[in-house]
């Protein structure tokens, strides 16, 4: 969240001519060195140091520097001597209390240097006296180096620096004590009701006490090793990528991921702003790759962190007022508890902010004496503490709602089984009814199919003897008209053979032929057989007779005879030898009733008997 501020705060600052109160410092002059011994630079007076403002890796990887410190103060005074490059320097001075030479290494390269600005040198001043030290520079074979490298010597009395890493440490103390307590007391809340925007706010404090803790440089005191990679700019500022920096990024990745999820959490943006909701999820994957891609060129050995600073801190602002942006539009759209988070977001955002702008605009080498990034996380903290418990008692406001709810509707689930229960019983008692009813209908069924059966059985045993007594009729009926048949034709071959005996017969017995002719014909029209036919028809056929006279009451009785051969498909010459008439005949009576029908069907009146009717009655 803070990255501007923190993730060079291991850079060495410049420095020239140093003062620091009564101490002062100067550069005498500088000599490549050439595996001089120590003892030879020390007495050696051949060797000449050359006043020189800067070094040159292409001359060498490794000088001599001579300087002079002055104390003009009248009290012995303890200092602290820096020289730019501060990769690898070995300090040698004399100590006059004990009357020994006396070395101490220092440098960002240095695994041993576990100060919290690494390259700082101590030694032991007396009072109004000059002192001539040397120092010997290494430039590291694993340093990316420039072709010109700026000299520069400064020094510090150790009570000032110690008062200043007392105020610093102090300020670091009481925010990871405040970041701890609230810490705790939001781990407790989270046991006791888990929430997702609690959690995302321990992220936070996390990542914050991390932050913290490395813009303090205080992971170099605990992990001075390993260096992954050096840089040396012109200036003669130097650069190390350590454990320090790799802490660094993942404080900002967790402060930048817990400050994104808790406002999507705290303000439902994906339901409520989706939209934005989108955007602010691409920008933080889009600087978690931009953090990865750079901490592994960082520890590939190159270090990259001096030209990426800009961008991760322009990356880190636009982040930071994408929030600030989500969370006005929120407030602006009245959503739940988005005033309260807008009040929360205010003080803390503002600080990071101004961290993040102070260090784009006024540079990066603070050496972690900024106070700023103290008071944006303990306000950070303080005031999303405070959001998260008025959130909290929202949520347990609406958990009790909710329980009361769940309470009532308990109630109201019981009193529904009860009545589910009731409605059980009756259902069980309903359904044993139909049961009953169903059995009792079952036993109607069946003695109504078992009458039915009996019903049918009688039905078709009786339907057996009418067809027995049809086909006796039927049987019956043909037979009388076979024999009416054959009794016409007899009668008539009889009356033939008369006609043909009276032919060949005198004369006298002509009298008694046409007597016996006569009784003949006669018998052709007896209505005995008719009768005997007509009762049997009416047997095939009930009603037949009185149903065709009411229906057409004109009909003489030759003409129902007639109509009733016709009903029962005799053919024309059949009819004929019944009616002993010509086919001709049968064909132009057929047609008269024909017509006779077809009139009184369209309500016409007919003469009863048309004159071929007659001449067929009249004939032979």
Not at 570 to 580: D, F, G, P, Q, R
Request: hydrophobic share 40%; net charge positive.
């Amino acid at each position: 969240m803070c990255l501007a501020g923190g993730l060079h705060a291991g850079a060495q600052p410049a420095a020239g001519k140093g003062k620091a109160a009564d101490l002062t410092v100067r550069l005498e002059g500088m000599l490549p060195d050439k595996s001089y011994s120590w003892e030879r630079i020390r007495t050696d007076s051949t060797l000449v140091f050359v006043p020189a403002d800067s070094l040159r890796p292409t001359q060498a990887r490794q000088f001599w520097l001579k300087s002079t410190v002055t104390n003009r103060s009248r009290y012995d005074q303890a200092g602290r001597l820096r020289v730019l490059p501060a990769l690898d320097n070995t300090l040698f001075y004399f100590d006059a209390d004990a009357q020994t030479w006396r070395t101490h290494r220092a440098g960002l390269a240095i695994a041993t240097d576990s100060a919290r600005l690494k390259g700082q040198m101590p030694l032991l001043l007396q009072g109004r006296t000059t002192t001539t030290v040397y120092v010997h520079v290494h430039l590291s074979q694993h340093a990316t180096l420039p072709p010109s490298i700026h000299l520069g010597v400064s020094i510090e009395q150790e009570a000032t620096a110690r008062h200043t890493e007392l105020f610093f440490g102090v300020a670091w103390a009481v925010s990871i004590a405040v970041l701890l307590l609230l810490l705790l007391t939001n781990l407790h809340g989270y046991a006791r009701f888990p929430d997702r925007t609690t959690l995302y706010y321990i992220c936070t404090q996390v990542g914050a006490a991390l932050y913290i803790t490395a813009f303090r440089n205080f992971f170099r005191v605990w992990f001075p090793a390993p260096v992954f990679s050096l840089m040396v700019l012109p200036s003669g500022i130097s650069y190390g990528y350590s454990i320090n920096n790799i802490l660094m990024h993942l404080s900002v990745v967790l402060l930048l991921i817990g400050f994104g999820q808790m406002t999507r959490s705290y303000l439902e943006t994906p339901t409520h702003l989706p939209r934005l909701d989108k955007v602010l999820r691409y920008a933080l994957r889009g600087y978690i790759g931009f953090t990865v891609v750079v901490g592994m060129v960082n520890l590939s050995g190159f270090y990259l962190n001096y030209y990426s600073l800009l961008l991760d801190n322009l990356l880190v602002l636009g982040v930071i007022t994408l929030l600030l942006y989500i969370t006005f539009v929120a407030y602006r759209q009245r959503l739940p508890l988005a005033r309260t988070y807008l009040l929360a977001n205010v003080l803390p955002l503002l600080c990071i902010m101004a961290v993040a702008v102070y260090h784009v605009i006024l540079g990066f080498d603070n050496e972690g004496k900024l106070l700023l990034p103290d008071l944006a996380v303990v306000s950070h903290a303080l005031c999303f503490s405070a959001a998260i418990s008025i959130r909290l008692q929202n949520l347990q406001r609406s958990l009790l709602a909710k329980e009361r709810e769940a309470s009532n509707l308990a109630l109201d689930i019981r009193q529904q089984e009860l009545r589910s229960r009731e409605i059980a019983l009756q259902n069980t008692q309903i359904q044993a009814a139909f049961q009953r009813m169903e059995r009792q209908h079952q036993q109607d069924r069946e003695q109504a199919s078992q009458q039915l059966s009996e019903d049918r059985r009688q039905q078709q045993s009786t339907n057996q003897d009418l067809q027995q007594q049809l086909e006796a009729n039927q049987r019956e009926l043909a037979s009388t008209s076979l024999y009416v048949q054959q009794k016409n034709a007899l009668l008539a071959e009889l009356k033939q053979q008369i006609g043909e005996l009276g032919a060949q017969s005198p004369h006298g017995n002509q009298k008694e032929l046409s007597g016996i002719k006569s009784i003949l014909q006669t018998s052709l029209y007896l209505d005995e057989d008719w009768q005997r036919f007509k009762l049997h028809f009416e047997q095939v056929h009930p009603r037949f007779f009185e149903e065709l006279q009411s229906k057409y009451p004109a009909l003489t009785k030759h003409e129902q005879r007639l109509y009733c051969y016709f009903h029962i498909n005799l053919s024309t010459k059949e009819i004929a030898v019944l009616l002993n008439i010509d086919p001709a005949s049968v064909r132009r009576a057929k047609t008269r009733l024909y017509k006779k029908i077809g009139a009184a069907d369209k309500g016409e009146e007919q003469p009863l008997a048309g004159p071929e009717m007659d001449e067929a009655q009249a004939t032979d």
